[in-house]
């Protein structure tokens, strides 16, 4: 069965700080992984997908098939950040998102 | 563009009242999801409509719950009876395709409190 963990509920960190938010999940198949956030008073947006290897607001991300990982990664955190980070895999068969319980950044001055 | 549009934004109901959730999707959208967050879990895929037809409903919980896309463009989730278990965020995602690389883009949500 396809699971997302994400084993942190909160992240705490202090401006220009580096951020790991970590991401790990089971799939039996091909996995297409993505980082979703939601900041405060806002709707769920896509932050990042891993077939794009790109670099978004400063974030990156890398899937590890070995360590069937994909944490999310910021060198140098800002206030703005803080938010609520969803970690989630796409079901290649049926097109649904699988999400994790996400985790809440916040970032202090 | 506007984008994917909930209504209502907070719905409150008691025990064994019904409830009608509605998503209107990006426009072009053939692909529309609702998913759910009941307190303090992930959230979790409830079904997938492709234009009128459910191409996934392996997530509803029950049949309490029923889903509509007539027309292939607006959807409502009707819950009958509400049970306390219900209450959480519904929300709604809509895509262009389901293929590989396409982003599900998601409404705000409605807020669900069962009394």
């Known amino acids: 069965a396809q699971r997302v963990t994400q084993p942190e509920k909160l992240l705490s960190v202090f401006k220009g700080a580096p951020v790991e938010l970590k991401c790990n999940y089971s799939y039996s198949g091909s996995p297409e992984l993505f980082w979703y956030v939601q900041y405060s008073r806002q709707r769920l947006q896509l932050l990042l997908r891993h077939i794009s290897r790109e670099s978004i607001k400063g974030f990156t991300a890398d899937l590890n098939k070995g360590e069937t990982s994909f944490h999310l990664k910021k060198p140098f955190a800002q206030e703005e950040d803080s938010a609520m980070y969803y970690c989630a895999l796409r079901d290649t068969g049926f097109q649904k998102l699988v999400f994790g319980t996400g985790t809440r950044l916040l970032v202090s001055p | 563009e506007a984008g994917v549009t909930q209504f209502p934004s907070h719905s409150v109901i008691e025990k064994g009242q019904t409830v009608t959730l509605r998503c209107d999707p990006i426009?072009?959208?053939?692909?529309l999801y609702w998913y759910r967050r009941v307190m303090g879990k992930e959230i979790k895929f409830l079904l997938h409509f492709v234009k009128e037809s459910k191409q996934d409903e392996s997530g509803m919980p029950n049949n309490r719950f029923l889903a509509e896309r007539t027309g292939g463009t607006y959807s409502t989730l009707k819950v009958q009876p509400a049970e306390l278990e219900d209450s959480g965020v519904y929300f709604c995602?809509?895509?262009?395709?389901?293929?590989?690389?396409?982003?599900?883009?998601f409404g705000p949500g409605t807020r669900l409190t069962v009394t």
């Open positions: 426009s072009g959208h053939d692909n």
């Open positions: 995602a809509s895509s262009q395709s389901s293929g590989r690389g396409y982003e599900q883009y």
